[in-house]
């Protein structure tokens, strides 16, 4: 697939945005973190601290970087960032609203895939670009689209219980989009995010097949 933007013009945006954003990046980070250590000692609201979070994090990717920065080469971006901000409000929805999401790590299959997918969104993610030869500021990290579409799916599989599957459908969409930086732009650590997209998909599912519906 041809796509409207060379390889330096991508970057670029990354660069305009690590730049302009600073220190947000720590902030993100901090998040991030805050979330993982409530999923895994959990407290009274921290299923609605944790979804607020997440909801937080779809809704700067698509305000700040899709409609604000990755516009600027990319006029599909303007329907990226609306379907990020959608899936911001579904997140709002499920997890605050209607109460349908519940977060607590277990050490089983879900439970360590989901520390793999946390673990390369948060470390392995940016030590593997800048490996790759892409130097800050011109390099993606956490609190941009694909490594926080991985650190989602990765908190997801630590959900205890069945939620509304349309909740996957826009991270999983991206997994499958955005894993054509990794063909066409060389941006080999979003690999990853396809291996998240699909077995983070596929492990919840065949959870919910296996669990009683919730009445």
Same mark, same amino acid.
């Given at each position: 697939?041809?796509?409207?933007?060379?390889?330096?013009?991508?970057?670029?945006?990354?660069?305009?945005?690590?730049?302009?954003?600073?220190?947000?990046?720590?902030?993100?980070?901090?998040?991030?973190?805050?979330?993982?250590?409530?999923?895994?000692?959990?407290?009274? /609201?921290?299923?609605?601290?944790?979804?607020?979070?997440?909801?937080?994090?779809?809704?700067?990717?698509?305000?700040?970087?899709?409609?604000?920065?990755?516009?600027?080469? /990319? /006029?599909?971006?303007?329907? &990226?960032?609306?379907?990020?901000?959608?899936?911001?409000?579904?997140?709002?929805?499920?997890?605050?609203?209607?109460? /349908?999401?519940?977060?607590?790590?277990? &050490?089983?299959?879900?439970?360590?895939?989901?520390?793999?997918?946390?673990?390369?969104?948060?470390?392995?993610?940016?030590?593997?670009?800048?490996?790759?030869?892409?130097?800050?500021?011109?390099?993606?990290?956490?609190?941009?689209?694909?490594?926080?579409?991985?650190?989602?799916?990765?908190?997801?599989?630590?959900?205890?219980?069945? &939620?509304?599957?349309?909740?996957?459908?826009?991270? &999983? @969409?991206?997994?499958?989009?955005?894993?054509?930086?990794? @063909?066409?732009?060389?941006?080999?650590?979003?690999?990853?995010?396809?291996?998240?997209?699909?077995?983070?998909?596929?492990?919840?599912?065949?959870?919910?097949?296996?669990?009683?519906?919730?009445?």
């Amino acid at each position: 697939m041809r796509l409207p933007f060379t390889t330096e013009q991508f970057l670029q945006v990354f660069g305009n945005y690590n730049l302009s954003v600073w220190p947000m990046q720590i902030i993100l980070y901090v998040l991030g973190v805050i979330a993982v250590i409530l999923a895994i000692r959990p407290t009274r /609201n921290s299923d609605k601290v944790i979804t607020v979070i997440l909801s937080f994090f779809w809704l700067w990717m698509g305000i700040v970087y899709h409609l604000i920065f990755f516009t600027e080469i /990319n /006029n599909a971006a303007y329907i &990226f960032g609306i379907v990020y901000i959608i899936q911001s409000f579904l997140f709002l929805l499920t997890g605050v609203f209607n109460s /349908n999401l519940t977060f607590n790590l277990k &050490f089983d299959t879900r439970g360590i895939t989901g520390i793999i997918f946390i673990f390369y969104a948060l470390i392995i993610y940016p030590i593997w670009g800048a490996l790759a030869g892409h130097h800050y500021p011109n390099i993606p990290i956490f609190g941009l689209p694909c490594p926080t579409t991985i650190f989602t799916f990765g908190l997801l599989l630590w959900t205890t219980r069945r &939620f509304p599957k349309y909740l996957l459908i826009v991270p &999983f @969409l991206w997994s499958i989009v955005g894993f054509s930086a990794a @063909l066409n732009l060389a941006v080999f650590q979003d690999y990853g995010l396809l291996v998240a997209g699909v077995v983070g998909t596929v492990l919840i599912l065949l959870r919910d097949r296996k669990s009683p519906a919730r009445i």
